[in-house]
């Protein structure tokens, strides 16, 4: 059996302009008696200490060869450690699996934790031109061949040459992590990879109208628990007009949708770029596109990724931005974003927060019109997270994929809970004009002292609560909500006065209300803004 211990690393690189990476010496299949490491321990494959050869010296069809791989990661290992693989002419059928030691940590100390994936011939080197898929931690295995792949993973011909599989160590626990990897190739004739089937971009629709859906979620072909159809009959449950399929760090799960879109459902293709430095939602994105994850917000990378998301036609959306979790929060500042997920799931503490961070921006990027919308999704992998909680709700002119995304960059939206919650927002003034939810009161006419009229309404909030408008003032107005969860507010202000409105529906808070902290939201709106930008 082959091993290969830190003794055989080969070189320590900074894969600029991306994460620090090494890598390690390579596993070759070219005369299986001869280690990885130097050292021979005589037979292992085949009874000449060899594979077993054909009549013509070639392997048989079918026959497999394999190599077991063997290594430790100190703590303060690198985000990438690249295991080559040379791989001979003739496979038709590349497998790999792996494991690692967990052993017991102190309370807050992060374990052992090892994400996996693999790179072709083609090599590693950013923007990952030979990335055939990515598991994360999800799988403990994963296999290639052309004619199909394990969900994750790229279908394709296993072509001879230098393959890498990638370890990633997410956290290491302060005794090291000790790996072990196998893999196992069969060769054989190459078979035909199947052309994959995308959805389609738009769906019948009612026409310009109110849009639900959710932009944040899961299936098995990343670290879900539901298959495609599952997540498709959840968002129909939920009253969901799109979703949008956003795999960690794989595009693999654009094709999984054949026969799971209709005239009711509109799926749209995206990733969720997981990266040690916050994540991010490539929404809408043409299907098959692969961004990136290999990189820090000290790497200088993230300004290339984030053309590449708007080259394929997609938002970019921050994601869970003040999320607890390790390499969750968002580091790369603003800048190329399109939107911002402040509300991640059922409502905790960091969506708070991430509310309060956006909302504190509002002003200063109001001014020159670079405000950026929020949006909620669900982030959901498994039951029982409900799909759709939260959704945005989007006024878009159809539903269709330019539509949606359209409606969502303008920030003509709202987020709620779920499709029984309905939030409006409006204001007017004296001279007739009447603008709505991420929408500015900026005509020529607008003074300071122009007067406006506010309307705010919700419906469908269960258990009641209260409805708030918030300027950049703060909370100006309240209104509590009848038990049915019903309510309307209407308020008179000038635009000196307030810079933005916009609208929030909470639930009553479950303690009966602790000074200064609000009930769990139910629904909020995007701003409208008063007077022209400066």
């Not at 997981?274 to 200088?300: C, K, M, Q, S």
């Not at 919308?373 to 330019?402: C, F, I, K, W, Y």
Request: negative net charge.
């Amino acid at each position: 059996m082959s091993r290969v211990t830190r003794r055989a690393l080969l070189r320590l690189t900074a894969a600029a302009p991306g994460a620090a990476a090494v890598t390690l010496a390579p596993v070759t299949f070219a005369d299986s008696s001869a280690h990885a490491d130097g050292r021979d321990d005589g037979p292992e494959d085949g009874p000449d200490g060899g594979p077993d050869h054909g009549r013509d010296g070639a392997p048989e069809e079918g026959r497999t060869e394999t190599r077991t791989v063997t290594g430790r990661l100190e703590p303060g290992a690198p985000d990438l450690v690249y295991l080559p693989v040379e791989v001979p002419r003739g496979v038709r059928r590349i497998a790999v699996s792996y494991r690692y030691d967990r052993p017991a940590v102190p309370a807050g100390t992060p374990g052992n934790a090892l994400d996996i994936g693999v790179f072709d011939e083609r090599g590693t080197a950013l923007p990952g031109d030979g990335f055939r898929g990515w598991s994360g931690g999800a799988r403990t295995a994963f296999a290639i061949s052309a004619e199909e792949a394990t969900p994750g993973y790229l279908p394709g011909p296993v072509n001879a040459g230098t393959w890498h599989v990638a370890l990633g160590p997410y956290t290491v626990a302060p005794q090291g992590l000790a790996y072990e990897v196998t893999v196992t190739l069969t060769h054989g004739p190459t078979g035909r990879t199947p052309r994959p089937v995308h959805p389609p971009t738009r769906a019948r629709g009612r026409g310009r109208a109110w849009y639900r859906g959710d932009c944040h979620l899961h299936t098995v072909y990343s670290d879900g628990q539901r298959t495609p159809a599952e997540v498709a009959a959840a968002a129909r449950a939920a009253g969901l007009d799109f979703i949008t399929t956003t795999e960690h760090n794989t595009p693999a799960g654009h094709g999984a949708w054949e026969g799971l879109w209709g005239d009711d459902l509109l799926i749209l293709c995206g990733e969720e770029v997981t990266t040690r430095n916050g994540h991010y939602l490539a929404l809408g994105i043409e299907p098959g596109t692969f961004v990136d994850w290999r990189y820090r917000a000290r790497d200088g990378a993230y300004d290339r990724y984030a053309r590449r998301v708007h080259r394929a036609g997609g938002l970019l959306v921050p994601a869970h931005p003040h999320a607890p979790c390790v390499g969750c929060a968002w580091k790369f500042g603003m800048r190329h974003a399109d939107a911002v997920e402040v509300w991640n799931g059922p409502w905790t503490p960091d969506d708070e927060a991430a509310v309060a961070s956006w909302d504190g921006a509002l002003v200063a990027a109001g001014r020159d019109g670079t405000w950026l919308p929020a949006m909620g999704n669900s982030d959901a992998h498994r039951e029982p997270q409900p799909v759709g909680l939260p959704q945005t709700v989007v006024l878009a002119e159809d539903l269709t994929r330019e539509a949606i995304l359209d409606g969502l960059r303008a920030g003509r939206s709202y987020v709620a809970e779920s499709s029984a919650v309905e939030l409006d927002l409006t204001v007017s003034d004296d001279h007739g004009r009447h603008v709505g939810i991420g929408e500015r009161l900026d005509a020529d006419v607008t003074g300071p002292d122009t007067r406006v009229t506010v309307r705010a309404r919700a419906s469908g909030v269960a258990g009641g609560g209260e409805l708030r408008l918030i300027t950049d003032q703060g909370v100006l107005r309240t209104e509590p909500l009848t038990a049915e969860g019903s309510g309307e507010l209407t308020w008179q202000t000038t635009v000196s006065h307030a810079a933005y409105v916009r609208a929030e529906a909470r639930h009553t808070p479950a303690d009966g209300g602790a000074p200064g902290l609000p009930g769990a939201m139910a629904a909020m709106s995007n701003p409208i803004f008063l007077g022209a930008p400066s």
